[in-house]
């Protein structure tokens, strides 16, 4: 890390989006370079006078198939937008809350991982402690800069990460920085 901060000067890690934006965008973008999950985003936000679960619940499943989502994935918006819409996520609570907890209730709604709940913790709650073990690019870049490019486990993860208590967050914002300097939002 003494390495990899002063490489990014003023950057950080930011928030951006109200809590089913952000969700909904990291559902588009699960499985797709961020190059594509943005151009998806951009038809399909143009879709709804405003980018809200009701609005999203009024939306033509062909519309949306026609924006670039899969069929799969409007389930997941949708099912997204019904959870939002019928009160049963609790956003006003989430900031009083264990990281585990809203781990549980995201992972309630289809289409949503313990990958895309940390990433949400990490980008829209900005919790600062959270080391998701299951991110291809925190895999990849300790494995260039702590293990000279050697596969590492999550084992060797945990170790490394031990350090950046209770910093993990932030730590693995630098590390996928070393990777690409140009930061993905969600």
């Known amino acids: 890390m003494k390495r990899l901060i002063p490489q990014h000067g003023d950057a ?16 588009i973008g699960q499985q797709i ?3 594509a999950a943005q151009r998806v985003w ?3 936000a143009a879709l709804p006078a405003e ?7 009024r939306l033509r499943v062909d519309d949306m198939r026609a ?3 899969s069929a799969r994935k409007v389930e997941y918006i949708v099912d997204l937008a019904l959870h939002f819409d019928a009160g049963k996520l609790r956003p006003g609570q989430w900031q009083d809350m264990a990281d585990e907890a809203i781990i549980t209730e995201l992972t309630a709604i289809r289409g949503i991982g313990r990958w895309t709940a940390e990433m949400f913790l990490i980008f829209h709650l900005m919790r600062p402690n959270v080391l998701p073990l299951d991110d291809v690019g925190l895999l990849k870049g300790i494995s260039l800069n702590y293990f000279s490019g050697e596969s590492v486990s999550r084992s060797d ?8 208590q209770p910093w993990c967050s932030v730590a693995t914002w630098y590390i996928w920085r070393s990777l690409d300097p140009l930061p993905v939002s969600y």
Do not use: I
């Open 51 to 57: 980018m809200n679960p009701t609005e999203v619940l």
């Open 67 to 69: 924006a670039g989502l």
């Open 42 to 44: 951009d038809r399909f």
């Open 33 to 35: 370079s961020v190059k």
């Open 12 to 27: 950080a890690l930011q928030t951006r989006g109200d809590a089913f934006v952000t969700l909904a965008r990291s559902v």
């Open 157 to 164: 993860v945990r170790e490394v990460a031990q350090a950046w």
